[in-house]
């Protein structure tokens, strides 16, 4: 059936044949690194001011397809580099939780889709993360921010980062719409070399099948890492941390307590292989065969390059770009790249090493007993409420990369994770608090529906507490 859309002149803006599915109709916000044929594609940097995609991203195309409407594109970290989305050539994204006169942080790097959810500009929005980039705003802004599998959601028209971790993700109100969107932008695309091919997704399908008949009538049990109590835990995450657990295990949720070792390592190597992935990607944005040229007259051919990378790039940007190039030179990649992808190997099978599902993509299944091993880990999302605008501009690089502590070792495994809000109680426990603190959930690969369908249970039973001492208190 077609359908006419109005601006507010009037005017017919758009006019869609749209099909019945749950996105019709739907508007949805999409992060500016996301290519787009309607809309300019510049990822928050001065080197593609104004630069328009000859093609939608296959993301883009599906929710299209499905009846969605693209309602424009939000605010990010330039090229994705960052924690708090203030590193952009469009300025700052605000949370909508702060005030004008004392601004907090929305997360990073996928901030403006934060914001654009948290007030309710669209129905939900599209990120991408690489370390965090959708979870960490959306523990931020109070709303639900899922990163799938890597791999289940084609990345083909977004503009690469860290290609081994860049994964498309959702943010939206509630986990019901992310599975929505979830459902229609997932699947095999061969346009994408990193697109998990058929034939896997059927042997995904197959052990994911086969774990669930194994824990037919049980409860889901719930591990609690213990390296991710850390020092720097601000008292109220781990108030509603242990309040989660808490509520599960009165639901009959086993809990029990796991150890990732390499969990210590993880932050250190994901600030060696994502800025080093980044070095590649970025080279081609030269003036010459990307981006917008230096504008400077007199300037020798010889340093042409140098110029336009030095001012079409921000600092951040030019920071991981060194740093990149650096651990990929022959002096130095036995000693930072080489050890940071051994790290890497060493997070991923402490998470194997704990869920009771074997890793569809390992070919060695484990003969260990599944009953200490988990379905599920629940964890902080971040270390702390969102910071003031103004602590950031006194905090060091390396206490900034620290947010990401607590998302990155699932980015680093290519697991599924979701941050879900919870509200906490106030200092004097009486009431919840209308700021919440996210809680992340983290499954084993390619146990992405059974992740959501939990954080949707998990969603009722937050509701279902916080009305009940709503009811005490009045």
Request: glycine content about 10%; aromatic content about 8%; overall charge negative.
């Amino acid at each position: 059936m077609g359908n006419l859309f109005y601006g507010a002149d009037g005017q017919i803006i758009q006019y869609l044949d749209l099909k019945n599915t749950s996105l019709t109709g739907k508007l949805i916000a999409v992060k500016d690194n996301i290519c787009t044929i309607d809309f300019p594609t510049t990822c928050a940097a001065a080197i593609l001011k104004g630069f328009q995609s000859p093609y939608n991203a296959h993301v883009i195309q599906k929710l299209e397809d499905a009846g969605a409407i693209v309602a424009g594109k939000t605010n990010l970290d330039e090229f994705g580099m960052g924690s708090h989305s203030t590193h952009s050539v469009f300025g700052a994204v605000h949370n909508p939780l702060g005030t004008e006169r004392n601004p907090v942080s929305a997360g990073g790097s996928s901030g403006g889709s934060a914001v654009a959810v948290a007030t309710e500009q669209c129905w939900a929005a599209l990120g991408t993360d690489t370390g965090g980039s959708v979870r960490l705003p959306a523990a931020y802004t109070g709303i639900v921010g899922f990163k799938p599998s890597y791999g289940l959601i084609s990345r083909y028209g977004v503009v690469a980062y860290a290609n081994s971790m860049d994964t498309v993700g959702i943010l939206a109100a509630d986990c019901k719409t992310v599975s929505h969107v979830f459902d229609q932008i997932r699947g095999y695309d061969a346009s994408d070399p990193t697109s998990v091919r058929p034939s896997t997704l059927e042997r995904i399908y197959e052990t994911v099948q086969c774990h669930k008949a194994n824990r037919k009538g049980k409860r889901l049990r719930i591990g609690v890492p213990k390296e991710y109590n850390i020092e720097e835990l601000q008292p109220s995450v781990r108030s509603a941390w242990l309040e989660v657990l808490q509520i599960l295990q009165t639901e009959g949720h086993p809990i029990l307590p796991v150890s990732l070792p390499a969990t210590e390592l993880a932050l250190s190597a994901y600030y060696v292989i994502a800025p080093a992935e980044a070095s590649s990607n970025l080279a081609k944005y030269d003036g010459v065969r990307y981006g917008n040229r230096a504008r400077e007259k007199g300037i020798p051919g010889n340093v042409l390059f140098a110029a336009t990378r030095g001012e079409g790039f921000g600092e951040e940007v030019r920071k991981r770009i060194l740093l990149g190039a650096y651990s990929l030179s022959a002096s130095a990649i036995d000693n930072y790249f080489i050890q940071a992808q051994k790290v890497r190997r060493m997070v991923q099978q402490d998470f194997d090493g704990v869920f009771a599902m074997d890793n569809p993509l390992v070919s060695e299944r484990s003969g260990d007993s599944v009953s200490e091993k988990v379905d599920l880990l629940l964890t902080p999302t971040a270390p702390s409420t969102p910071p003031t605008l103004a602590s950031l501009t006194t905090r060091s690089s390396v206490e900034t990369y620290g947010d990401d502590t607590m998302t990155v070792p699932a980015s680093l495994a290519g697991l599924p994770a979701l941050s879900i809000p919870v509200p906490i109680g106030s200092d004097h426990g009486e009431k919840k608090q209308t700021r919440p603190i996210g809680i992340q959930v983290i499954a084993q690969y390619g146990d992405d529906d059974m992740m959501l369908e939990f954080a949707r249970d998990l969603e009722k039973l937050l509701q279902s507490d916080r009305q009940f001492e709503t009811d005490q208190f009045n």
